[in-house]
């Protein structure tokens, strides 16, 4: 019996690996989500080039494109950040500690994770920026209708600087402070 439950030990312990799978795809999909965003960037400067001969109505128009492809651009590289995190979350919480992180400076900031509360939260952070981009590109290609849609939109502001104070992080002085 003893043996049986070793065996059984053993199988558990080591089906932590299939989180590999998780790992190599949330690396495949954050350079996916890299190329997609990085030829938006090229898109956004050939339209760039045509800016300054257009009329003033055109103009207009293509500027807003342009400030909503911005913000898109920025969706999506914080996405493709987000896959990254993920991975090497998964990775150091399931299969091993990544050495290069231990040796470098800056990834104390972000990339050391040792809970899942840790990658939770880092996540977190993350899907809550790619939420504050999404809102913005709305506003921008918000229909103003009505005095109510603008008291919505700037509700909406309210909500998201509330959001803010309410997540940043909250710092105890110090001793004699």
């Given at each position: 019996?003893?043996?049986?439950?070793?065996?059984?030990?053993?199988?558990?312990?080591?089906?932590?690996l299939f989180t590999l799978t998780a790992v190599i795809a949330s690396l495949i999909a954050a350079l996916v989500m890299f190329y997609v965003a990085t030829a938006d960037?090229?898109?956004?400067?050939?339209?760039?080039?045509?800016?300054?001969?257009?009329?003033?109505?055109?103009?207009?128009?293509?500027?807003?494109?342009?400030?909503?492809?911005?913000?898109?651009?920025?969706?999506?590289?914080?996405?493709?950040?987000?896959?990254?995190?993920?991975?090497?979350?998964?990775?150091?919480?399931?299969?091993?500690?990544?050495?290069?992180?231990?040796?470098?400076?800056?990834?104390?900031?972000?990339?050391?994770?040792?809970?899942?509360?840790?990658?939770?939260?880092?996540?977190?952070?993350?899907?809550?920026?790619?939420?504050?981009?999404?809102?913005?590109?709305?506003?921008?290609?918000?229909?103003?209708?009505?005095?109510?849609?603008?008291?919505?939109?700037?509700?909406?502001?309210?909500?998201?600087?509330?959001?803010?104070?309410?997540?940043?992080?909250?710092?105890?002085?110090?001793?004699?402070?």
């Open positions: 019996m003893k043996v049986l439950e070793r065996f059984f030990e053993r199988v558990l312990w080591n089906s932590r960037v090229v898109y956004l400067v050939r339209d760039v080039f045509t800016y300054a001969a257009l009329e003033t109505a055109a103009r207009e128009h293509l500027h807003l494109k342009i400030v909503a492809n911005v913000a898109e651009i920025v969706d999506g590289y914080l996405f493709a950040t987000i896959l990254i995190i993920f991975a090497l979350g998964l990775y150091e919480l399931f299969i091993s500690r990544i050495d290069e992180i231990e040796d470098s400076t800056t990834a104390p900031r972000v990339l050391i994770i040792r809970s899942l509360d840790d990658l939770k939260e880092r996540l977190a952070k993350v899907v809550f920026l790619i939420l504050i981009v999404r809102y913005f590109e709305y506003a921008l290609e918000a229909e103003i209708g009505a005095p109510l849609d603008l008291l919505y939109l700037a509700i909406g502001i309210a909500l998201i600087a509330v959001s803010l104070y309410l997540t940043k992080e909250k710092t105890t002085p110090k001793a004699g402070d």
